[in-house]
């Protein structure tokens, strides 16, 4: 997948005389609107996303590498830079965790509460600012209703049960790969950390794709590293 260097285009922004907030290389709404507003002046479309077009006038010149995706799904690369991201096992709590609430506006003290549905909203949240998330988006299972179904693939949002497939438990990622048994999800609250692990297919309940992003490539990804990746099922 191919990811955009967002702290090179804030610096080409600001230079240009946008406000794309901290020079800090994560996608944030400042540095979104400032996108808007180029392509806006520009005579180009008007999503907030760095594609091929945007590139080419903004820097002049056209990336290197698969253009066609280069900033299709921002949200993966905000979970990505987020990779290592852990809960305070003691009696406090990760202030990174009450500070991604506290953005969401969602009433969340105490990282001993599953987080899993906190990390896929905040992914889809600060990347996608007009997407639609749950009512609840803390309950994993709310997110099987979020924007439309697709099939499962790069960037997708997988929901699956935990404890039973008719219970209310589950767990909620994003699609970074899969082997013959296995999806391998990049989620949060994996073994309490944000981490890529191993998910039984047979916990799937539901692929689904962010209404306001491009259209899903379907791209999938077989993994041959299924040693190197733990598995879990129990992710409270």
Known sequence: ???VDYEAIQRRLHKLGYNPGPI???RGRLTINAVKLFQAQNGLVVDGLVGPATYATLFGSTPAGRVSTIDQMPWMQE???????????GLGSNP???????ALEIDYADDEIPWCGLFVGHCIGSSLPSEALPTLPLLAR???????SCAPQ?????????GSRNGSKGHVGFYHGED???FHVLGGNQSDTVNVSRIKRDRFLAA????????????TVLAANNGQVQETDNEA
């Open 96 to 102: 990174v965790l009450i500070d991604i609430a506290k």
């Open 79 to 89: 979970a990505l830079r987020l990779v290592g991201l852990k809960e305070d096992t």
């Open 24 to 26: 800090d290389g994560v």
């Open 1 to 3: 997948m191919d990811f």
């Open 142 to 148: 709310a997110w099987a209703r979020f924007g439309v």
């Open 154 to 162: 790069i960037g997708a949002v997988l929901v699956f049960w935990r």
């Open 208 to 219: 689904r794709w962010p209404l306001t992003a491009l259209a899903p490539s379907g791209q």
């Open 180 to 182: 013959a048994t296995h």
